[in-house]
């Protein structure tokens, strides 16, 4: 029997998933890797961090979407390393993996610009840990504040920060101010939840700065609507647990979350080719790297412009064509046919804001509010992964609108993980809790090389 | 305004939260204190544990259970101890709380018999976290066989490890001999899940031990029509990462499930009145504490004869029927009426052991099979709490039902929860990881007294 082309992806994020469906049942032998067993739905994260969803709905196995595949191998494993001269993918168990073509697409974190350390005060929201620990932070603020108001007769305000007014920070900030204004008011009998404050900070002069301006200042506007404070031109200088320092102003917070910078995966450095400032490797216009024809990155993990000049966005419809094309390419040129250069196709751009509001780019009309509001909820119904979770959605979606409830409002996590909640929440004795989390390797300072 | 009279309940497990719909809305002032802000729907951990069911579907934060009782107020926090002489109850951030009453119900874990090193390499199933640890270990454990079986050509055996009879031992055994032969076979390619061994050891000659022996006999042959393998009359004699030792036997295994033993919450040992071996508080006929009248302990942290000299069962229904009476007897004592004595309504038992199979006892009537599965199912759906999650239960059901697909299956959790699940697989290097649990205070070991 003839060897077929091995194919490797590292990655079950968007990119990487693409690649492996226009691969699947094709004369290729696939491995795809992944830290993870689940592909995570990452447009709808901040659902899962506003008690909205829970983890399930947005997620999948990515064997469980990629059954159907008989040429498809999914494998639990952590990449290490590679040796590009001998076509060799290292793992964490010490085992090396051959391919002939390789796919990286491990996608990207946020970047902390130098200050890494923020991290453990002001989470991002790129997984479904991140998701599961913000909500419990948040949910967890008011618990504490109830108790302090019937305890001792008085609580500290409530302050919520989102810091970065793109598409995650906008729907973070829209949602925490829903859940407090709405689903948690009638809950609490000390406590006004209606009266938190969530503070959006964003560096530029306007939230969502990738849209039109008209349609960046509607967003502002039903992020006010809804009870949002939105400082433009407004930038973090420090961090520590319960305050941010904006200029020169410290301000008390429960909670702060991280939404702004790219960082892209570290493995990027290990592929021995140029890198941007944010880790992205820079690839050539067929996705491949330079002067290796056989490995490729795509997805959040490359950088490359449009023919208007523009950089390819950092968006989940970008990773997803860059998997298919890569994939084609691979397939056309085993048949002997040529390669084609990526192009990126804009399929229009929106962004949710909350119940009823969002804003809209598509075919070259602008949308805004409730109309956009019902385009954004089509489409990501229509997007996510698998029969069951539609349906799971649809229904928590539907309840949540109807009754103003939020289904998955747990605190979860062992007595560690409350104490370490409750210490940031307070900006108490947080010391001994940063040299332990550095112990334990969640947080690992990352040094100048992965900024 | 006259001072109404304070009830301070401890726990918003089933005896608390009973007690807690009972008073609602009645001439007193009421406050639940729990460790969680959620009450967990205890008997369906297990499809939790098994990735039939969210987390969130199994619970409910309890000020929402409870939002419409304007005369209770829930707070978020820990008991570290009581006054009982001054009726006051002590809080984990050095606060005190008084009361006119005080109804003690903070449940019980599982018991390792002097050996809570155990623990972590057998944890048991009462929480949340316990069922998505489970979870974790279960879907890991066909993860790396997969990954062997396609790098190293050859894998251990799928060995689960299943310790105690009883209904939360029989329902996990049958719930992962499912998983195993239906909703993951499909998706593994270089493994058969279908051969995983699942072995069920009960210390005494059947299972289910309270049920008649008739029906035990058939629940263990419905265990075995699954494929479970059923080990009567065994004793665990020692657990070490990566094995179980059963009489003399080492048995290599991949994920042990405690489900044995009885160890009341540790505050029981605070009220300073004598307990039974398992830490559970005698208590009078009316469920008072010797001596202290206005002191009442129920649910799983009580002991308690019935009439017949049996002692009432530590289950759910026997918790509720607690709770309820312990609030109509307080509410009749403030009206100037008499307490009456608790007396335990055995309503029925049945348990669950797999698709289409369980067994019932109810009315004096015997049910086997489909039809008492059929009883368990609609039961259960009645009795879960709150209208939404009863809705999304029976929609993920339908669907398992249906698909024989399991909709929850995530690895979730840190890299260091996953390095730590790994060792106690796989049974390496398992030394550092237990000292850092204790040094994380993880594993607290408990002394003689907590046993």
Chains 1, 2 share one sequence.
């Not at 946020?110 to 991290?119: K, P, R």
């Not at 520590?240 to 301000?251: L, N, R, T």
């Not at 702060?256 to 941007?276: F, R």
């Not at 990155?297 to 970008?318: F, H």
Request: hydrophobic share 45%; aromatic share 8%; net charge neutral.
């Amino acid at each position: 029997m003839e060897r077929r082309p091995k194919i490797v992806i590292v990655g079950g994020g968007f990119g990487g998933l693409w690649a492996a469906k226009a691969l699947a049942n094709k004369p290729v032998d696939v491995m795809l890797i992944d830290r993870k067993n689940h592909h995570v739905f990452q447009p709808l994260l901040y659902q899962v961090a506003t008690a909205v969803l829970s983890p399930g709905e947005i997620a999948q196995p990515i064997r469980r979407i990629l059954h159907y595949a008989k040429n498809i191998e999914v494998i639990l494993g952590e990449v290490t390393g590679f040796d590009t001269a001998r076509n060799i993918v290292r793992l964490d168990d010490g085992s090396e993996v051959t391919f002939d073509y390789l796919i990286v697409a491990a996608g990207a974190r946020h970047a902390y610009f130098g200050h890494d350390d923020w991290e453990v005060s002001a989470p991002g929201l790129k997984t479904l840990e991140d998701a599961v620990e913000i909500r419990r932070r948040v949910l967890l603020a008011f618990e504490l504040a109830e108790r302090d108001a019937y305890m001792k007769g008085t609580h500290d305000p409530l302050n919520f920060v989102v810091v970065g007014g793109g598409p995650t920070g906008v729907e973070l900030a829209g949602a925490i101010a829903d859940i407090a204004r709405q689903a948690l008011a009638k809950d609490y009998k000390m406590i006004d939840t209606r009266k938190a404050r969530v503070i959006l900070f964003e560096g530029s002069d306007r939230v969502l700065g990738t849209f039109a301006s008209d349609l960046s200042d509607s967003a502002k506007k039903q992020l006010e609507d809804l009870g949002v404070e939105v400082r433009l031109n407004s930038f973090v200088t420090d961090i520590a647990p319960g305050k941010v320092k904006v200029g020169e102003e410290w301000i008390a917070c429960d909670v702060v979350v991280w939404a702004t910078g790219v960082a892209a995966s570290p493995i990027g450095k290990m592929l021995g080719v140029e890198n941007d400032k944010a880790g992205r490797v820079h690839v050539e216009p067929d996705l491949s790297i330079p002067n290796k024809k056989n490995i490729f990155v795509i997805g959040d993990m490359a950088t490359i412009k449009q023919e208007n000049g523009e950089p390819v966005p950092g968006v989940s419809p970008a990773a997803m064509q860059m998997g298919t094309a890569t994939a084609k390419n691979i397939l056309a040129e085993i048949k002997g046919g040529e390669r084609k250069n990526f192009r990126y196709v804009d399929k229009g751009t929106m962004a949710t804001i909350g119940r009823s509001k969002a804003i809209a780019h598509l075919a070259g009309l602008k949308f805004k509010g409730l109309i956009a509001w019902l385009m954004w909820l089509g489409l990501h119904v229509f997007f996510l992964i698998g029969f069951r979770n539609r349906f799971a959605v649809i229904f928590s979606w539907f309840w949540a609108y109807l009754t103003r409830e939020r289904s998955a409002r747990l605190i979860t996590g062992d007595a560690d993980d409350l104490r370490d909640a409750v210490m940031f929440l307070k900006g108490k004795e947080a010391e001994p809790v940063l040299d332990r989390l550095v112990a334990k390797k969640e947080l690992v300072p990352k040094g100048d090389d992965y900024r």
